[in-house]
């Protein structure tokens, strides 16, 4: 048996909502990630086994390993069908707000989110929730929205109607979440979970390789390259890994193609936190990946230096100035957080 963790007020409250709704949108963050998609797929599955028009939408485009979903196809790109979109969202009785805490993490969704009628609930797990949806799930103790994704249904009752497509989604992003079950993933509850989903047929070493091992040759190789110039600051048990966009081109770069690189420095025997610095395509900004392991709150140190958020081991931010800039700043932030990463546990 699952610990209830939604409170019963937010499950009635939904309850009611899904009785007299039809029409459901379900929003989730820009550059998707597996948990983005995989909750958003997660619950659309479900609501089409309850008979209800439902559409995701994200703001971009998601990562090619994600694409052998069952339902990806279905979602809608933001910036590729805008008006289309925004006539959903302005038509929708719901809209399932997952994975993300902040309005502006959909990008140029928020407007069309803000202003719809529809009433919205918010389903996430990340810290301090800002205040746009009716009713809020957040629970930021809880590793994935997939997983609650997973607990929603079961309490709403439904369990029996989770279908493997359905089981094969939700999986998907709490794996991603905690790196293959290799953080945040001490939870009881999460291996119980995952036995409930193999009794729908899925095939969780399958997914694994669909999702991780889909490597292109010019992927390894980016990797490889990245890793030759990472800086290690060991008085700091950190480390740095850069990509311009130079070296995106020459290795044929493509989108999502460092996904992961961040985790990298962290098995170095004695690296607690790792930064990545990745010049954006698309915006003059650098993006900025965080990684920690243990106390050390990356969040903290993302909020403070690089106008971010996120989790305490997995945050992130943008940085707008050069690469060598934000390494300068990331320096003064190893400086100022020195005691807390040679703190003990
Ligand atoms: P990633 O490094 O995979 O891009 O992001 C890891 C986590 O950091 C995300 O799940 C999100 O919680 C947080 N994050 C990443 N980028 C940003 C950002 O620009 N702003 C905020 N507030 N959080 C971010
Ligand atoms: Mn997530």
């Known amino acids: 048996m699952l610990t209830k963790v939604i409170g019963q007020a937010q499950i009635d409250h939904f309850a009611k909502w899904l009785d007299r709704s039809e029409k459901i949108v379900i929003v989730s963050h820009m550059s998707p990630d597996g948990d983005a998609v995989g909750s958003s797929l997660g619950l ?9 028009t439902v559409n995701v939408i994200v703001p971009n485009a998601f990562p090619d390993f994600l694409r052998w979903m069952p339902g990806s196809k279905d979602i809608l790109l933001y910036d590729r069908y805008k008006e289309f979109a925004d006539e959903l969202i302005a038509d929708a009785d719901v ?3 997952l994975d993300f805490n902040a309005i502006n993490r959909i990008g140029n969704m928020k407007d069309a989110v803000l202003a719809s009628p529809a009433r919205k609930i ?18 930021p103790n809880i590793s994935s929205t997939s997983e609650l994704v997973f607990r929603l249904i079961c309490r709403l009752g439904y369990f029996s ?4 497509p359905c089981a094969e989604c939700i999986y998907t992003g709490m794996m991603t979440d905690t790196g293959g079950f290799t953080y945040n993933s001490n939870s009881q509850e999460i291996y119980f979970i995952i036995s409930e989903l193999l009794s729908k047929g899925i095939d969780k070493d399958e997914i694994y390789r669909k999702v991780y091992n889909t490597y292109s040759e010019s992927r390894l190789r980016l990797m490889g390259h990245v890793l030759t110039q990472m800086q290690v600051y060991p008085d700091h048990h950190a480390a740095l890994i850069t990509l311009t966009k130079k070296e995106q081109d020459s290795f ?5 193609d460092s996904e992961g690189f961040v985790n990298i420095p962290l098995s170095i025997k004695g690296v607690v936190f790792s930064c990545f610095l990745r010049e954006d395509t698309e915006k003059p900004m650098i993006k900025v990946s965080l990684r920690s392991v243990g106390k050390f709150p990356c ?8 106008g971010g958020g996120g989790h305490l081991n997995a945050s992130g931010g943008e940085f707008y100035g050069t690469l060598e800039e934000a ?19």
């Open 327 to 345: 390494k300068k700043v990331l320096e003064e932030a190893l400086e100022k957080y020195k005691p807390l990463l040679n703190a003990k546990g």
């Open 252 to 256: 044929n770069y493509i989108r999502g």
């Open 44 to 52: 659309w599955h479900f609501l089409n086994s309850q008979d209800k």
């Open 122 to 139: 918010l389903i996430d797990h990340h810290l301090y929730p800002e205040d746009f949806c009716r009713i809020v799930i957040s629970h």
């Open 299 to 306: 969040n903290q140190l993302a909020a403070e230096f690089f």
């Open 161 to 164: 109607d989770i279908t493997k």
């Open 95 to 97: 809209i399932c707000c």
